[in-house]
């Protein structure tokens, strides 16, 4: 733990135990500073991290307060979703287009996003390692690894895999361009179109999108908002309707949050080998946790080859760079085949920039402080959420990823509140274009992944204002 | 023109006009250096333009001579392909792909290969433009141009198509991760499972195996090996099948080499037009014409937004960057929601690297260089084939590109050949990967995209006996 972490706790258990009372002062960073004889940044940083979690407020002038309600959370989720279970044909709306492209803009305030804070990564850093890497790179390079990817760079990934006891080598793993690419591989690999593939509720727009543009039938299974799909449901639907494949999130699921707990993640894949059908594992926020360890992912129960594992470092170290991987079990050559077919390689120098990036480990310290941050982000906007929002308003705890999942009163049109939004330069993601019938009219999933600040927290205001003018 | 291509085309002007005979021996590198008061390396790279022309021989210890036969060359290739235009399911074999793994070892003579050489690039600039431009990129830029890709790239690409004459605004180009996805693109957005297609004959396998990943049927139609597919078996296909596209190259067609006239392409055009059938133009060699101008593309005479071009730096500038583009007319909208959905956006400092490379205006230069290189490897590779090949082989003589196709007499088998002549270390690219039906049994792609050396002779030399073992 650093040292600016080891203070902040220290005040907030102060606070939390009650030594510490809602508007008292605390000492000034100067007069900490010199007491404990740590740097005043030290010192900024810890007060930093606890006005991000809601503990403490800063008054202009006149320094630091406890704050009125130390920790306000608004109501946890509980509930699966209740999705029509039935087999249907993907047809995703223009609405979709419209909300992501309303995101997309530089001036909003980028709750709506599906991207977090590109000030969260090392650009700079990964920047200089380009430079170095690509003036010493062999011009065969260029048309080296035309297989399945760069080779050392899947050596670095299959020795991740190794670290959380999953043996996969590298020769199973394709390099794809970013996760998205891989995921599509995947499902083209074990689906023709038609077929019926299982999909969470509420399950990523980006997998409805996928569905639909390779012609394949969807069915929605209820999913649980901290544990994940539910089982018992699932198991229906592989008997009643043989789906050719399921596409899932077991870690902090987009846009729940979610996290399935080990145990039922054997069970899953147990299930599933039963019934022979693969399982497409979107696992692009693993490396976000905010807890003890890194969760494994379905496919470390996997002993038929059935899970594709997917994922990529554009959630967690190099935004921009489009590498992604798949580890597709028996599917590994078809997947490779298809890749080569789909748009040859991944692009050269982008690959051999990360595999020089994690043989010089620093990727882990980078990670360490990116959880932190993205869990004090978290608790900011839990806090906000409970200060803001009206009563009866119910949101996910994510223990890891940048999105939390809110659910509004009922009646409360979430489509109406994305227009109400943007008109004043907030974006979000509403809930119906996380579901095949636009189910989840009064959800909103909200993105934490961008620094905490002034402008955030009048952003909640401001959303929180007119949820309670709907309700 | 450059002082040791001056002096290369004079004294070829010698021995053409015969005031230099077969045997006689070239003055010293020395003694034109001092005659002409001119750097030894230029000399040097005159000679070796000679010899790599066919024009003269070096022996050891003793100097240049005039060569032989200053330039001979193989009959060329002068009837139609003949397939059968009826539409069938597309298949492709494993042997393509056993065939491919073959070429891309790194210790074989590539005659095979699909790529040139990448010491043909400047790969060294490029990796300094990079470094300086990855160091100052914005960091919003990794979530900026999720649209179609980078503004400023599609902006100069915009530009080159302007000096062409053609029109194409920056909003219709869409960034891919290299032509291959880009053609991928444009094929799913005017096709369904099921649909026909139409292809030249012989054609790259690589729109074969697109087809067959899409589940199309294709129909070969006979095509010119100098001037492209036939028009008149065109439109009797078109009126027939009623297919629902076409894929074609009108530049250099990959494996013939053949370039369409100006005047057939518009008639192409136009004749597509009235069956309101698009055209996806695989254009990636178009700027290794070795004539006066650049070909434009059949895009040049689309008035209907018909025609959607694709085209990539990957064999012209910038092999493993994986950038390309497509300019799909009227479907430019549909192509670019593809391609967010296949793999979002291309390799961000790729993008910005190449954009930064070509506003720097190098690109032109480095282009004719290229071009110059690559005419001369086609003249001694047809030297070559006219050496050592038996009589009766026919070969193309492309104006442009770094393939040509080569006729060997009736009942050699090409895949015999290749069997026997990847056991020697050496590749080929044998004709029945080239078609459906496993056509063009005794014929050959050679790439002469790789320096001419005694190496490179002495495998033609090999192959020569091989094929003349087999007559």
């Not at 995947?186 to 012609?215: H, K, M, N």
Request: proline share 7%.
């Amino acid at each position: 733990m650093k040292r600016y972490e080891a203070l902040a706790d220290e005040i907030a258990a102060s606070i939390l135990s009650g030594v510490l009372r809602t508007g008292d002062r605390l000492p000034s960073v100067r007069q900490t500073s010199a007491a404990r004889t740590i740097s005043a940044s030290t010192v900024f940083k810890a007060y930093y991290l606890l006005e991000a979690r809601g503990l403490i407020r800063a008054r202009e002038r006149s320094g630091y307060f406890v704050a009125a309600d130390p920790a306000p959370r608004p109501q946890p989720l509980e509930a699966s979703s209740q999705p029509d279970t039935q087999s249907i044909a993907v047809t995703v709306g223009e609405r979709v287009f419209s909300i992501l492209r309303a995101t997309m803009k530089r001036d909003v305030v980028p709750l709506g996003s599906a991207f977090p804070s590109p000030s969260l990564f090392p650009l700079q850093r990964l920047a200089r390692v380009m430079a170095s890497t690509v003036q010493k790179l062999d011009p065969r390079a260029s048309v080296d690894y035309l297989d399945q990817g760069n080779v050392p760079l899947r050596r670095q990934i299959a020795l991740r895999y190794l670290i959380d006891g999953l043996p996969v080598h590298a020769d199973e793993i394709v390099i794809t361009n970013g996760a998205m690419e891989a995921l599509n591989l995947c499902l083209a690999a074990v689906t023709q179109p038609g077929d019926a593939v299982v999909i969470e509720s509420p399950t990523f727009y980006a997998a409805l999108q996928a569905l639909e543009r390779r012609g394949l039938q969807a069915i929605e299974v209820p999913t649980h908002p901290r544990e994940g799909i539910e089982l018992s449901a699932l198991a229906a639907v592989l008997e009643r309707h043989r789906p050719r494949a399921c596409w899932l999130m077991t870690n902090f699921q987009n846009p729940l949050g979610s996290l399935m707990p080990d145990a039922k993640k054997r069970e899953l894949v147990e299930l599933l080998a039963r019934h022979e059908t693969p399982m497409i594992e979107d696992d692009v926020y693993a490396e976000l946790y905010f807890g003890e360890r890194r969760p494994v992912p379905a496919k470390a129960y996997d002993r038929h080859g059935l899970v594709m594992h997917c994922s990529s470092f554009s959630k967690c170290l190099a935004p921009g760079y489009r590498i992604g991987w798949a580890a597709p079990g028996r599917f590994a050559q078809k997947v490779a085949r298809l890749k080569l077919g789909a748009s040859l390689t991944a692009s050269v120098p982008a690959e051999a920039t990360l595999c020089a990036y994690l043989e010089k480990a620093g990727y882990d310290k980078h990670l360490r402080q990116l959880r932190l941050v993205l869990s004090t982000q978290r608790d900011a906007m839990l806090g906000a959420i409970a200060r803001h929002f009206p009563p009866g308003t119910r949101a996910t705890r994510p223990d890891g990823g940048y999105f939390l999942w809110v659910e509004l009163g009922p009646g409360i049109d979430a489509i109406d509140i994305h227009h109400k939004a943007l008109a004043l330069g907030i974006t979000v993601a509403p809930g119906p274009i996380f579901s095949l019938r636009g189910d989840f009219g009064h959800c909103l999933r909200l993105n934490y992944g961008h620094p905490w600040d002034a402008r955030m927290e009048a952003a909640l205001a401001t959303l929180g204002s007119l949820v309670a003018a709907a309700t």
